[in-house]
Structures are given as C-alpha cells and as structure tokens.
C-alpha cells in the first residue's frame, strides 16, 4: 500500500493550490485520511482530517482557508486559498488503511510535497 501525494510548487502570497493524495495498492479499506504539514526544525502538525462519511476537522490555523474533501474512498485532496509565505512546508498525507488480507489497520504516509509561498 502507498499514498502519493502531489500538487505542491511555488506560489505567491494569495494564491491557492489544490494538493491531492491517492492509496494504492492491494487494500480493503481507506478509514479516516489527513494533512499534515512540516517546516524545519519543528514537529508535524496536524491540518486537517476527513472520515469516510465526509465529517471534517481541521487546525484553527487553517480553518478559514483550507479545504479538505475526499473522492470516492481512496484519494484526498487539500484545496488552499488566501496562502500566506508562513504556510510554506512539506505537506504530508496520512491514510488508515487495512490492507488486503489483514485484520489490522495501519497508518500509511505519503512521501510529501514542498509548498513554498513567495511574498
């Protein structure tokens, strides 16, 4: 099982960008799936989640200008507007999956993509 993750580049301060992850692979279900953000020298924050019935969570920071939906089961996407060059990091999925053949659900990551907000 993997989550590729992808949509990030470079944008200017106000702009938006629409990061998208999808699961593949051999598995049975795609549970709850999430973005996370890293910048150097600090811990990987939590921006926002979604269940498989659609309910969303997200950071504070983020509420008023991030978006997260999920297509199908398997592919989540972030939709940013309104980017400010604080926001620049690696954004992370996250996906609880079971894969095939198991009992057991497992968090899977994806490999992250570099969002960077020029002033």
């Known amino acids: 099982v993997q989550l590729q993750a992808s949509g990030g580049g470079l944008v200017q301060s106000g702009g938006s960008l629409t990061l998208s992850c999808a699961a593949s692979?051999?598995?049975?279900?795609?549970?709850?799936m999430g973005w996370y953000r890293q910048t150097p020298g600090k811990q990987r924050e939590l921006v926002a989640s979604?269940?498989?019935?659609?309910?969303t969570s997200y950071a504070d920071s983020f509420r008023s200008r991030f978006t997260i939906s999920r297509d199908a089961k398997s592919t989540v996407y972030l939709h940013m507007n309104n980017l400010k060059p604080e926001d620049t990091a690696v954004y992370y999925c996250?996906?609880?999956?079971?894969?095939?053949?198991?009992?057991?659900?497992?968090?899977?990551w994806g490999q992250g993509t570099q969002v960077t907000v020029s002033s």
């Open positions: 692979g051999r598995f049975l279900d795609v549970y709850d």
């Open positions: 996250k996906g609880s999956i079971r894969p095939g053949l198991s009992q057991t659900v497992y968090d899977y």
């Open positions: 979604i269940t498989t019935g659609g309910r």
